[in-house]
């Protein structure tokens, strides 16, 4: 079956209210011309609003997300731009406490998402035990080991509505490879009720996989898609374009300026 869409299309399967997983690590493999084009979309339409942004950690593409209001609510272990500093509007939205965050770790992500994949409810695991985190989440409870006895935590399941990922290459099936550096991208591929690759090169077909064309809905092809963030090993971080874009956003005005001056909207 070819999969085989625009980037226009792939912007439509993302409704409003729904949770958004972005893939990707920190400034590795971002799905950065996708979130152009669903900023785009909204600027035309209105929609998506509403969204919650799911990501492992959570870099420049979903800065311009939180930038422009798409998103009311993230959930990440991260957000930020590493050594170029920090995410602005996110930074100057929750400091205004104008976005609900919900706490999450690298623990609690990964189990909610291993939940989603098994069709459970929740998943258990010793961590945040003996932390205040449980206070910022009463969604996240207790379970007592029914053959132990011992105390656990249940994280509650994870499951995306739409999942993004960059991918190195990707067939018209829908099967794709995202090189070694995977972060959670496998996980949020079978997690996701519907799963858009872009992909820098599109083949006629791939023997090996990371992600596979059965929990593929969609296969875009867009290279340089993840610029400014790298795409190792075909290209590396845009230094400049990072360092542009921290130096001359800080609040919703300079946003505006940034998304006009270099993405024409």
């Given amino acids: 079956m070819n999969k085989l869409i625009s980037l226009t299309e792939a912007v ?4 409003s209210g729904c949770t958004l997983a972005l893939g990707g690590v920190t400034l590795y493999r971002r799905p950065i011309a996708f979130g152009h084009a669903l900023l785009h979309r909204h600027r035309q339409t209105g929609e998506p609003h509403g969204l919650t942004l799911l990501a492992f950690t959570a870099g420049l593409e ?3 997300l939180v930038g422009a209001r798409l998103v009311s609510r993230v959930r990440t272990c991260y957000f930020g731009l590493e050594i170029f500093g920090l995410a602005p509007m996110f930074t100057y939205l929750a400091n205004r406490g104008e976005i609900e965050i ?10 909610g998402l ?9 998943m258990p695991g010793r961590a945040w035990l003996g932390t205040d985190l449980p206070n910022l989440r009463p969604d996240v409870r207790t379970v007592s080991d029914p053959y132990s006895g011992e105390l656990l935590m249940a994280f509650p399941a994870i499951k995306p509505d739409v999942a993004v990922i960059h991918a190195l290459r990707a067939d018209p099936e829908g099967n794709a490879q995202i090189g070694k550096n995977k972060g959670i991208d496998e996980e949020l591929s079978l997690a996701a009720e519907t799963v858009i690759v872009t992909a820098e ?4 077909e791939l ?3 990371d992600l596979v064309a059965p929990f593929v809905q969609a296969v875009v092809h867009a290279r340089h898609g993840a610029a400014p963030s790298s795409c190792h090993p075909l290209y590396p971080i845009d230094g400049e374009a990072m360092l542009a874009y921290v130096e001359q956003v800080s609040e919703p005005e ?3 300026a940034y998304v006009a001056l270099h993405l024409g909207l």
């Fill in 12 to 15: 439509q399967l993302v409704p």
């Fill in 102 to 111: 919900v706490e999450e770790t690298e623990a609690s992500l990964a189990l």
């Fill in 207 to 209: 023997d090996q996989a």
């Fill in 114 to 122: 291993r939940a989603g994949i098994a069709g459970i409810g929740f």
């Fill in 201 to 204: 090169e599109i083949v006629p």
């Fill in 62 to 64: 979903s800065d311009l």
């Fill in 254 to 256: 300079s946003f505006e």
